[in-house]
């Protein structure tokens, strides 16, 4: 089992950067895949970005390339979202998962889900 809670999630102007952190309990962190998504309202649930279990393999959804950055930490059982240049349309709650690899990932097949932390974006 792995519990998953988000932070870091709030209000900033267009342009503005925030760092999503999701801290994860049980021993199996390191093993999983982790990843980022977001929902806007009335909108799909879409795969942002997601991180193998070395880290060493990274994947990004095309428009938050070259604005986000997904890393992770094992020793703190965390992963982060490094978010800059925010704009409007980055509006959405944003979730943490677990899952097997990041190819069941970016098709949102995780095992594990946070509650998700709201982020809003003004212009």
């Known amino acids: 089992q792995v519990q998953l809670v988000e932070s870091g999630g709030g209000l900033v102007q267009a342009g503005g950067s925030l760092r999503l952190s999701c801290a994860a309990s049980g021993r199996t962190f390191s093993s999983y895949a982790m990843g980022w998504f977001r929902q806007a309202p009335g909108k799909e649930r879409e795969t942002v970005a997601g991180?193998?279990?070395?880290?060493?393999?990274?994947y990004y959804t095309d428009s938050v390339k070259g604005r986000f950055t997904i890393s992770r930490d094992n020793a703190k059982n965390t992963v982060y979202l490094q978010m800059n240049s925010l704009k409007p349309e980055d509006t959405a709650v944003y979730y943490c998962?677990?899952?097997?690899?990041?190819?069941?990932?970016?098709?949102?097949?995780?095992?594990?889900w946070g509650p998700g932390t709201q982020v809003t974006v003004s212009s």
């Open positions: 998962a677990a899952g097997l690899s990041i190819a069941r990932l970016v098709s949102r097949r995780a095992e594990y």
């Open positions: 991180i193998d279990w070395s880290a060493g393999n990274t």
